[in-house]
């Protein structure tokens, strides 16, 4: 027996999702498509690496700075966040959700490891308190130590 449930369709998500206005070109539908499907946040050189290994022999081949673009212009659309890791060359994106996430990174590995909660709620409430103007549109919070086996391999 199966218990999945299907909730929404990929279409369904994309159109609810879609800022009115911006222009829905394939490539762009199908990063969207990458960062929905990624379990964790990718950095262009990924969603490149990952647009060019999922096309058929029908399609063509992207170009990195087609996938930098599309990420910008994400961006300035609010579909995507990006961070800085510490751990990381290259910022990394993920789409925008209603719940947010944070990594706890490994310094070794750089595997990324997501947190439950969000740690900042409170203090995002206490900036709006004492910046009644300041309009907050996000944050970021970097952890970083060691995993599990990491931790192992560096303290021998
Ligand atoms: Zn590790
Ligand atoms: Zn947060």
Redesign the pocket.
Same mark, same amino acid.
């Given at each position: 027996m199966s218990t999945k449930i299907h909730t929404h369709s990929f279409d369904e998500i994309i159109d609810k999702n879609w800022p009115d206005g911006f222009k829905k070109t394939r490539q762009r539908i199908d990063i969207y498509r990458i960062l929905f499907e990624a379990k964790e946040p990718l950095s262009a050189a990924e969603i490149f690496a990952a647009l060019n290994s999922a096309s058929d022999s029908s399609r063509d081949m992207y170009a990195f700075s087609t996938v930098y673009r599309n990420l910008l212009a994400f961006e300035k659309a609010g579909i995507v966040t990006k961070s800085v890791l510490s751990t990381e060359d290259n910022n990394i994106y993920e789409l925008k959700q209603a719940n %947010?996430r %944070?990594y706890a990174v490994c310094l070794v590995c750089h595997t990324k490891f997501p947190i439950s909660t969000?740690p #900042?709620h409170e203090i995002a409430h206490e900036v709006k308190d004492s910046l009644p103007d300041f309009t907050i549109t996000g %944050?970021q #919070?970097e952890i970083y130590g060691y995993c599990k086996n990491c931790k192992d391999v560096t303290l021998k």
């Open positions: %947010h %944070h969000c #900042l %944050h #919070l």
